[in-house]
């Protein structure tokens, strides 16, 4: 690390230590100036909040909201009223959530500055800490990043994902290039209409530039593990190109192609190389380490839905060590990873109490919990996150649980535990993304004695027929016996232990579970289809309940079911 780099780092670490003192004047000086700025939003003004900008007088005047309530001002700013409706300065960029946990898109307001104000934030912060470490030298990432550029709709608005809004910014590169994090890939490929073109040339300039990889990254841990399974694949091809200096003919976007050639040299050497370390791998096992030697770790949000990619990725990485990001969403940023060297499983995130008010809605069992602010969480209790931005939300529901682990100074760490609408239900019983994710694990154990994997999961409940019965879709690394997969079955529908499920499935008021499993593909099928329907590979999350409305991935799973098994463990 250079002198001017560490001197930089300590002072964002020092920076950090000061703010998370200070957590509850930060918050209230957040609150002022984001309420001050808006004070004239019609939103505001509606709810005869009249310039104040005090913690208490917004508690009372200002109620909390979800998306939908926002829904009509969103749709007014949309069709291109410009007046100040939500924020004091018209809103000029919308975020599109992709809706893949949820199978529908939201438009969410974006304030570029603020938002690009916070980034520099977090990511310099997490670096600050990650880098004392596992200090990066001057090298290049490999980043499997894919970004649309914003469209513009009628009325002028800008609408891109999140990330593409971040990842385009003109900011971005010089935030990123003060941290020594530029990726190895031209922006074209980076920009390919075509995600699997561009997931192939990411391939082949990280392995052009294999000695320079400091760290591979991704934004969701999904898509690094796509990039490992697409490379057992086409490394073969990748080699050829690498021999021969030209691109594969896969590759047909025309400045794709014209940005690969200044980069892509005829280099035997290299290939015989990256040939020799395919084909000496057991299973893949360590290909990180072995492609990539001076790769200080894989990085990306590993919690949440992405945990049940963390054990595939560990087996790519060998020795190399992977690290979960930050967290955020398309409403805004919400805490850092100050913590690198905890595994995913057990990482917390801490918050930043200048970058939106918070408050956390208990998840008490009674319906009128209040939000507690920031400073006044509990240590073990699980809340709702509730965020105020400069973007023009106000007190809004976030939909994610979080259970506080401590403090760091003063400012609460926590995990990230789960989305929080209901996922499996049929009756009383209640069953949430974590209860799925542990019953999924629990069935990978029992096909691991055949050496094969969960490549990817999801769930259904199915009320076509009396009773209604949980219906888990798996698809498996490879020919499982039947053996196995009744008992996988069983062995999913006994780890569901939630009180509801098990006393009404012993009643058979809940129908037995059931095994659908689906051919291979089936999930990255999932993942082109949420694409082609505009959402972004990079934020894209296999959503982990699918409703018989989302008939698009309905249809695609049903299609692809190899074998059904009925559980028979309450029989
Ligand atoms: P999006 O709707 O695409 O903007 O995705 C935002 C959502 O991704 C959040 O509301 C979380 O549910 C999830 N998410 C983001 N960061 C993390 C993280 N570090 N851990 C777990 N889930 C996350």
């Not at 001057?138 to 550029?149: A, E, I």
Request: charged content about 20%.
């Amino acid at each position: 690390m250079s002198e001017n780099l560490e001197e930089y780092t300590n002072k964002v670490i020092e920076e950090f230590e000061a703010v998370s003192k200070d957590a509850e004047r930060v918050q209230r000086e957040t609150l002022k100036s984001i309420l001050e700025d808006n004070a004239s939003a019609e939103y505001l003004l509606s709810l005869g909040l009249n310039g104040r900008t005090d913690p208490e007088s917004f508690k009372a005047c200002v109620p909390l909201v979800t998306h939908e309530d926002l829904e009509p001002y969103i749709n007014r700013i949309l069709a291109g009223e410009k007046s100040s409706i939500l924020t004091r300065k018209p809103i000029t960029h919308m975020a599109f959530s992709s809706g893949t946990t949820q199978g529908k898109s939201k438009y969410i307001p974006w304030d570029p500055d603020s938002i690009m104000v916070h980034s520099k934030l977090i990511f310099h912060t997490a670096f600050a800490f990650r880098n004392r470490a596992f200090p990066i030298k001057n090298g290049k990432v490999l980043s499997f990043s894919y970004r649309k550029n914003p469209t513009e709709n009628e009325a002028g608005i800008k609408v891109a994902t999140a990330t593409a809004l971040v990842t385009g910014d003109e900011q971005y590169t010089p935030i990123m290039a003060a941290i020594n994090s530029q990726v190895c890939s031209p922006q074209e490929v980076t920009l390919c209409p075509d995600f699997e073109q561009g997931l192939y040339c990411h391939l082949l300039c990280g392995l052009i530039f294999r000695d320079q990889i400091q760290f591979l990254y991704t934004p969701f841990a999904h898509s690094l593990v796509n990039a490992f399974r697409t490379l057992e694949q086409v490394w073969e091809e990748l080699c050829n190109d690498l021999r021969e200096g030209v691109l594969s003919s896969r590759v047909t976007d025309p400045s794709v192609r014209t940005a690969m050639s200044k980069i892509l040299k005829p280099d035997p050497e290299l290939a015989n190389l990256i040939h020799k370390i395919c084909t000496g791998l057991n299973n893949w096992y360590g290909v990180v380490q072995e492609l990539f030697p001076n790769a200080k770790y894989l990085l990306g949000i590993m919690t949440g839905t992405m945990l049940p990619y963390v054990e595939r990725l560990r087996h790519y990485a060998g020795e190399v060590p992977v690290l979960t990001s930050d967290y955020g969403a398309s409403e805004g940023w919400i805490a850092v990873n100050v913590h690198p060297t905890v595994p995913p499983e057990l990482a917390s995130y801490t918050m930043l109490p200048q970058i939106g008010y918070f408050e956390f809605l208990p998840l008490a069992q009674n319906s009128i919990a209040k939000p507690v602010g920031l400073t006044e969480v509990k240590v073990g209790e699980e809340y709702e996150i509730v965020m105020t931005t400069p973007a023009g939300l106000y007190r809004y529901k976030v939909g994610d649980v979080v259970k506080v682990t401590g403090f760091y100074n003063s400012t609460p760490e926590f995990n990230f535990v789960r989305r929080s609408n209901l996922l499996l239900s049929i009756n009383v019983d209640k069953n949430t993304e974590n209860d799925l994710y542990i019953s999924v694990m629990a069935a990978s154990k029992v096909l691991a004695k055949e050496k094969l994997d969960v490549i990817d999961f999801t769930s259904h409940v199915d009320l076509s027929i009396e009773p209604g019965h949980y219906v888990i879709f798996l698809e498996i690394s490879g020919e499982a016996s039947e053996e196995v997969l009744s008992e996988c079955c069983n062995c999913l529908d006994k780890s569901f232990i939630e009180a509801g499920y098990v006393t009404n499935r012993a009643i058979n008021l809940i129908g037995p579970l059931e095994l659908r499993v689906v051919r291979r593909g089936t999930f990255h099928k999932i993942l082109e289809s949420s694409v082609g329907r505009g959402a972004a590979v990079s934020q894209f999350k296999t959503p982990r309940c699918v409703p018989s409305t989302n008939t698009q991935v309905m249809q695609i799973l049903t299609e692809n079911v190899e074998k059904k098994y009925s559980s028979t463990h309450y029989n």
